[in-house]
């Protein structure tokens, strides 16, 4: 949980730092129009080989018989197409919504039949599903209906809006996507349906709602909860879980759902009882995967504030899914458990129209050799793609890893891995084969090249159990030799009166007894806080040269900490290997913290000068050097499973440095507890003053600058 | 009364300074006023305004006559057609006449398509006017000057609403005729001029013959197919020659940038190639595939005299608006010569025999003498570069010197030879540290390193070159100060490169600046006793104009700039490579490295070519993608036998997870010890099938079966290369599926 927040945390900070790739797309000089990406756990994004090669671009050029000139071919393109289905002959089945019609396409792209209904014309149909049998199901969305045809197109039956008292009143029958199960049973999502699939069995009888998502309630949500009254909040229509966009199936029964307007959970693999196998079951379930699909292509310099937005998605034989995103226009695929494989995406020109570029896709399927299909609304076209090399090669290695195939899929994964060293995935499957084969040193080294904690920790611990075991006689020597030898020296000490603890050194110049002594006053401050910060001020022990040094020391140890922990329990140390900035936020605090501590205080008749302030402040910093350093070496030799021990240490660390803080103001100022609480929060206060001055005077000024440039410039240019 | 006397007298002579200050005025206006009154010009007595149409060819004459060649000119509308005496066949400047009927086109693009010149001009004196397209016959256009000249003809027309002056000369030579559009002659009345197109119906044809095509010089070149283009698209191709000028708008395509100033279209028996002679580097070329524009295919270059660019009004660059600049490019004059091609050779295979002609009989190129019975290989090799450190950033090494000469000694027990190696980020804090490339680090082995390396290199049959970018400059060093220092485009604005080192951006360099330092560094190379240097990033390649007040340069400027770097970097050094090198660096590049080997994926192109391979190979020698960054690492190793380009590869001592968080270099695999056994294989293969055709010109490309693709070469030997899962049986040899053969002689049996 704590590891989740810090890396929640520093994926944020890594937005606000540039991307590592430095892919500049003028380079990009004999390549496909797009380029794929792989991202790690930590949303660190690498350039990759081509996943999918553009094949080509179908459904460009068809033809029927002139109506009004019979015999004659007229060319009709296809128009806002909404929907495409791929049967087993591979042939494909397009929802071309705007010419209210079905067209049938072989696998090569010529028009086979023009589908429409016998009884009404169809209104602009936007789904169409073709059952192993031969039936085809069309989602006739302006109408209302879902129709059932046989393979030769001739009506067996319309399903209409249920009768059910299950089914609230609000609710509209508008099926937009649809899949059909072996027992017949619709799953049918419509628009706006939040409360799920609508779930039809074959004589179009209600059978339940099937998969519906969950509302995401947010703080802001309770605080509403807890003031509106029911109807307001009622009204609160965003309030509704997001509603299913589109359904797929696959061979083995699983039913996938993507949504749009969802913040988590966009693609889901629900089996037969709705429950989602895709939550918590990821390979990188205790990091980054925090159930959030759909990727984002980040550009260096370009920040990308848009979410994506799912809006159909695809299975292919081997069970990887891929989902497309109209708004970002980016291409994911994950494998059968959720994790990503590839991404990828890229832009066109305004004017112009690419082989393998799609301007809004609005649908994807996959035929029979897991060739991807992407209909294009926009350009009315479908773009087909084919595995690249490397693209077979993952999903061949990746298909072995995913059944637990370890060993088989090794060879496979050294050569992706020789292909491409970057390519996480093949890291993480090689170390499972190691860690398989019983090699936990190799299997920390690729698990740790790889970023991955859990598999890391785990063969960590591995090898330190072997090695305690190894060591166990050296370890239990050592500690018996030391055990007798500390007997002897005491009874020796005994017998021939020593004296075990040296007496204080005299030497030395002055000068530096003094410092030393100051900072000797660390010490005593550790054991008696209270009284070391009294005597600060009021006995002049401790000084500012002293406590500038110790600042110095907490200000090392804490970047230390910051760059030296394991991995495991601090991500930053991967995404964010500099120090420098930390350190700077470091110092400002603080200093913010000793400046406002002495405003409010010297106000509230605090005893405290500025040196005294400065000078504890720096001494309540201990901890980081007492705790931090031991801390960060210690986590080196620590697993997951000892997170609690690291964590409570670290707790431990900031608390006390908070008393120490809070004791100082009691200590220098000569407060009583309840007197250095309220000044606490004033200086707080003061703090957050500063801040918001600073930060208003830096605006402002940077503001007014601009401005007078810009007069300038249109009065010079203009 | 004396009183009213002086009064009067006063009055008179405040009244006649008066009049003799208006009298001062007047003749101060005056000689201003008479050129703007003769600037309508005195000659509208010379020709009478045009009916649009096609011209009459009853009417033309006979202007210019070579061997093979006869040229007819037309006085009325200043189009022209060439016939071969052989064979009788036509290139016309205007539209075929047999098949005008059937144009669909309406509006100004049917007159368009009828006149010799068509324009594009705004009014710059109305900040919201829009561009404007225009065409002489549109606007009843006169002629103003027809005469003669040696071969051809000059002729001046005049479009009266637009109030432009253009002057044309067309000229036979030999097997060519050229378009010579005089900049030095034009005239501009109230608007401006932006862009012109003369004669942009040469040669254009309907898709009446399946197999022709327009042949464009996309990547490595491509073909767009002649087909009925049944689905409306309306894409068109229009790219600036020699890739895009930073200092202007750049309309964002994602294509690959046009490296040679040439196309082509052929359709039945006869095709031309296009060569663009002169100005090249201020033209765009543009082409329509049929149905975009007319029923015909069609392509031109299109003369650019003003490009907009982005006016900003705030610091940060981004509030602002789109602006022209006040002056015309001028060039000394912008040709296009039409090479003529009937008969059988006539793909695009011919066309690029026909350029690499040109290069060597205009633009002095030599056949490559082949030194090595090996064929080269090459490798680059990364030395080192930075990533993100705790405090400061960490150096990481990739090769050392001594490491490299390890790296090429392995190569060599490989059975690799003849090897060219490519030293990486070899300055100061290495790959992603630009400018100030000298002293090398230290850490790498610093110059005396790169000495021994050389030395190495050579001792082994090889070459050492060093890649250097002068482009770019983070690093300050050389005295570079970006504002002093840095390019600027035509609003003043500092010219950035967006890459992953740094939040800003990298200062582009002023070319003149570059020019200067790269210059100054060649002693430097000379001491470390390297063969050459490879120019990466800029010179050779790309050309920005620069309104830097101190180091102003037009883009001509900069390409005339580049080309004396190169030359004398080649008098001092002997080989200079240019990656992805535009051609206009070829005489003095020996070598281009990573040339593009594919198109662009425009929907409307059908393929892919190596015209720019067939026209270099032979010439120079060249490689595609690194063979460890191939997107198919097979597909592209066939593609290179059938390009004949040399393997390349990209190498690191290091680990290739060294480089993961390095700022630039992205290659996510280079450890050379991953690469080594499949590289040799490879250059194995390679070498036996070109090692004996180095020096040889292609003469011949083309697919014997879908998938299966012949190179032929002069000496007889052809290249068969089977893409296929089968394998192919030719004409007495076989190519097992998914390789290729060297046959020798007649062998390659080509449809």
């Known amino acids: 949980m704590i590891r989740r927040l810090a890396l929640r945390i520093a994926s944020l900070a890594i937005v606000s730092i540039i991307a590592i790739v430095s892919a500049n797309p003028e380079q990009a000089w004999a390549d496909v129009p797009y380029v794929t990406y792989y991202k790690d756990n930590y949303n660190q994004q690498y350039r990759i080989q081509t996943a999918y090669m553009p094949a080509a671009a179908l459904g460009r050029e068809l033809f029927i018989d002139d109506p009004d000139n019979p015999g004659q071919p007229k060319h009709s393109p296809l128009n806002q197409p909404q929907d495409l289905f791929i049967d087993a002959n591979d042939d494909m089945y397009i929802a071309d919504t705007g010419n209210n019609r079905i067209v049938h396409l072989d696998a090569a792209g010529r028009l086979l039949r023009v589908l429409e209904a016998e009884d009404k014309p169809l209104n602009r149909p936007q789904g169409v599903y073709v059952h192993d049998n031969g039936d085809i199901y069309i989602a006739d969305t302006g109408n209302n209906r879902v129709l059932r045809l046989n393979k030769d197109g001739e009506l067996l039956k319309t399903f209409v809006r249920p009768e059910s008292k299950l089914i609230p009143e609000s609710f509209k029958f508008d099926p937009v996507k649809l899949v059909v199960d072996k027992r017949g049973f ?56 997001g509603s299913i966009t589109s359904v797929d199936k696959d061979g083995d029964g699983f039913v996938y759902t ?11 693999k629900l089996n037969i009882a709705g429950l989602d196998q895709l939550a918590g079951k990821g390979e990188f379930a205790d990091t980054m995967s925090d159930g959030r699909y759909g990727e984002f292509i980040r550009q260096p310099g370009v920040y990308e504030s848009e979410a994506p937005q799912l809006n159909d998605l695809t299975v292919d034989k081997d069970g990887n899914i891929t989902v497309i995103d109209t708004r970002l226009n980016v291409v994911s695929q994950y494998d059968g458990n959720g994790n990503l494989l590839f991404f990828w995406g890229g832009a066109a020109g305004d004017t112009t129209t690419k082989l393998g570029l799609v301007k809004m896709p609005t649908a994807i399927a996959s035929d029979s050799s897991n060739q991807l299909y992407i209909l294009d609304s926009e350009n009315n076209v479908v773009q087909k793609y084919a595995l690249s090399e490397f693209g077979k090669l993952v999903h061949e290695a990746n298909g072995l890893t995913q059944d637990g195939r370890y060993e088989e899929s090794e060879p496979l994964w050294e050569e992706v891995y020789r292909q491409n060293a970057y390519y996480a995935p093949a890291v993480l499957g090689l170390a499972k084969a190691a860690y398989k084969r019983g090699d936990y040193e190799e299997a920390r080294r690729l698990f740790g090249d790889a970023g991955w904690a859990r598999g890391y920790s785990d063969s960590f611990w591995q090898n330190r159990l072997l090695w305690f075991q190894n060591n166990f006689g050296f370890f239990m020597n050592i500690i018996i030799g030391l055990l007798a030898a500390g007997i002897i020296l005491r009874l020796a000490a005994r017998r021939f009166g020593w004296r075990l603890r040296p007496r204080r050194g005299e030497g030395g110049r002055r000068r530096s007894r003094e410092l030393g002594k100051q900072l000797a006053h660390a010490l005593h401050i550790a054991r008696h806080p209270l009284d070391g910060f009294y005597g600060i001020r009021h006995e002049g022990k401790g000084g500012p040269a002293a406590a500038t040094i110790v600042l110095a020391l907490a200000l090392a140890a804490y970047g230390f900490m910051r760059a030296r922990t394991n991995f495991v329990f601090n991500p930053s140390v991967v995404t964010e290997p500099g120090i420098g900035n930390a350190l700077i936020q470091f110092t400002v605090i603080w200093l913010g913290f000793v400046v406002a501590n002495y405003l409010t205080s010297s106000l509230s008749q605090g005893e405290g000068r500025f040196r005294d302030v400065y000078a504890a402040s720096a001494y309540a910093m201990l901890p980081f050097v007492a705790v931090g350093v031991p801390l960060t070496v210690l986590s080196g030799a620590l697993t997951l499973n000892e997170a609690s021990i690291y964590y409570f240490l670290q707790y431990g660390l900031y608390g006390w440095a908070a008393l120490l803080l809070f004791w100082q103001i009691q200590g220098v100022q000569n407060f009583s507890v309840g007197e250095a609480a309220k000044n606490v929060l004033l200086t707080v206060l003061t703090l957050f003053v500063i801040a918001i001055l600073i930060f208003i005077a830096f605006s402002l000024t940077s503001e007014l600058a601009g401005f007078i440039y810009s007069i300038y410039q249109e009065v010079a240019i203009r | 009364m004396k009183q009213r006397f002086a009064s009067l007298i006063a009055t008179a002579a405040a009244v006649g300074v008066l009049l003799l200050g208006l009298v001062w005025l007047i003749n101060k206006d005056a000689p201003n006023e008479a050129p703007a009154a003769s600037a309508p010009r005195t000659a509208a007595s010379a020709g009478t305004p045009v009916e ?20 007819w000119a037309d006085e009325v509308t200043g189009h022209f057609k060439v016939e071969s005496k052989t064979s009788g066949r036509i290139w016309r400047s205007y539209p075929e006449p047999a098949y005008w009927e059937e144009e669909t086109a309406g509006g100004v693009w049917k007159s368009n398509f009828l006149s010799p010149v068509m324009l594009e001009y705004i009014d710059a004196s109305s900040s919201k006017s829009q561009t404007k397209l225009t065409n002489w016959m549109e606007e009843r256009g006169t002629i103003e000057q027809y005469e003669r000249i040696e071969g051809g003809f000059r002729v001046l027309f005049r479009l009266p609403a637009s109030g432009f002056d253009i002057p044309v000369e067309v000229r036979l030579a030999e097997d060519y005729v050229e378009v010579k559009v005089i900049d030095s002659g034009i005239q501009e009345g109230a608007f401006s001029l932006l862009n012109l197109k003369a004669y942009p119906q040469f040669g254009a044809q309907p898709s009446k013959d399946e197999s022709g095509y327009l042949l464009l010089p996309d990547g490595s070149g491509s073909l767009v197919r002649f087909d009925a283009n049944r689905s409306n698209d309306k894409s068109v191709y229009r790219e600036p020659v020699y890739g895009a000028d930073l200092a202007f708008y750049n309309e964002v395509t994602n294509r690959n940038e046009i490296r040679m100033p040439v196309f082509g279209l052929k359709s039945g028996e006869q095709s031309f190639l296009g060569v663009m002679t002169e100005g090249e580097a201020y033209a765009k070329l543009f082409a329509a595939p049929a149905g975009s524009l007319g029923t015909s295919n069609w392509v031109s270059p299109e003369w650019q ?20 600049s006040k002056e015309r490019f001028e060039a000394p004059a912008r040709s296009v010569r039409y090479y003529l091609l009937e008969g059988e050779q006539i793909g695009y295979d011919a066309m690029a025999a026909r350029y690499r002609q040109y290069l060597v009989e205009e633009k002095g190129l030599e056949r490559l003498q082949a030194e090595n019975a090996n064929i080269p290989f090459y490798t680059d090799l990364i030395a080192a570069d930075l990533q993100q450190g705790v405090l400061w950033d960490d150096y990481i090494v990739g090769t050392t010197t001594e490491e490299a000469e390890e790296l090429l000694s392995t190569l ?65 060093r050389g005295g570079f100060w970006s504002l002093n220092d840095g390019l600027r485009n035509l609003a003043g604005t500092l010219q950035e490169e967006k890459t992953g080192t740094g939040s800003g951006g990298v200062p582009i360099v002023s070319p003149l600046y570059s020019f200067r330092e790269a210059k100054e560094d060649l ?59 535009g051609f206009y660096s070829l005489p003095a590049a020996k070598h281009v490295h990573r040339i593009a080997d594919d198109y662009s994926y425009d929907i409307f192109v059908d393929e892919a070519v190596p015209f720019a391979q067939i026209a270099l190979h032979g010439l120079a020698t060249y490689t595609l993608e690194w063979g460890n960054l191939r997107d198919e690492y097979e597909e592209e190793y066939l593609r290179s036998a059938e390009y004949g380009a040399y393997p390349a590869y990209v190498f690191a001592n290091a680990p290739s997870e060294s480089f993961k968080k390095a700022y630039t270099v992205w290659y996510y695999s280079l450890d050379y010890r991953d690469w080594i056994d499949s590289a040799s294989e490879q250059y194995k293969k390679l070498n036996d099938a070109l090692g004996k055709v180095q020096d040889q ?48 002689g007649e062998g390659g049996d080509e449809t």
């Open chain 1, 186 to 241: 619709l799953y049918i999502a419509t628009l706006g349906g939040y409360q799920g699939l609508l779930q039809l069995d074959p004589e179009g009888e209600f059978q339940g709602f099937f998969g519906a998502n969950k509302t995401s309630a947010s703080f802001i949500d309770s605080v509403k909860r807890l003031l509106y009254t029911r109807e307001m909040y009622e009204r609160e229509i965003s309030k509704l879980p």
């Open chain 1, 258 to 268: 993507v949504t749009k307007e969802v913040s988590a959970g966009q693609l889901k």
């Open chain 2, 52 to 71: 649009p149409g096609l011209p009459n060819e009853a009417g033309f004459e006979l202007a210019g006559e070579t061997g093979s060649f006869r040229l």
């Open chain 2, 305 to 324: 005299y003003r490009i907009k660019f982005f006016q900003n009004t705030d610091r940060r660059g981004t509030e602002g608006f789109y602006t022209f």
């Open chain 2, 412 to 476: 060599g027990q490989a059975g690799i030879s003849n090897i060219t190696a490519i030293y990486h980020g070899w300055q100061k804090y290495g790959y992603s540290s630009y400018g100030g490339l000298f002293p090398a680090d230290k850490r790498i082995g610093g110059g005396s390193g790169i000495k021994e390396l050389a030395e190495a290199a050579r001792a082994n049959g090889g070459k050492l070159l060093l890649a250097a970018n002068y482009s770019l400059n983070n690093s300050g």
């Open chain 2, 523 to 581: 002693a430097s190379y000379q001491t470390l006793g390297v063969d050459g240097v490879l120019f990466t990033g800029g010179i050779g390649s790309a050309l920005h104009t620069d309104y830097n007040n101190r180091n102003r340069a037009t883009r001509a400027e900069v390409q005339e700039g580049q080309r004396s770097v190169l030359a004398e970097t080649e008098d001092a050094l002997g080989l200079v490579a240019v990656e992805d090198a």
């Open chain 2, 697 to 744: 010109f292609i003469t011949k490309h083309g697919a014997l079966a879908p998938g299966v693709k012949a190179t032929t070469y002069e000496n007889g030997v052809t290249v068969v290369v089977n893409y296929n899962d089968e394998p192919f049986e030719g004409d007495g040899y076989d190519v097992p599926a998914r390789d290729f053969a060297a046959i020798d």
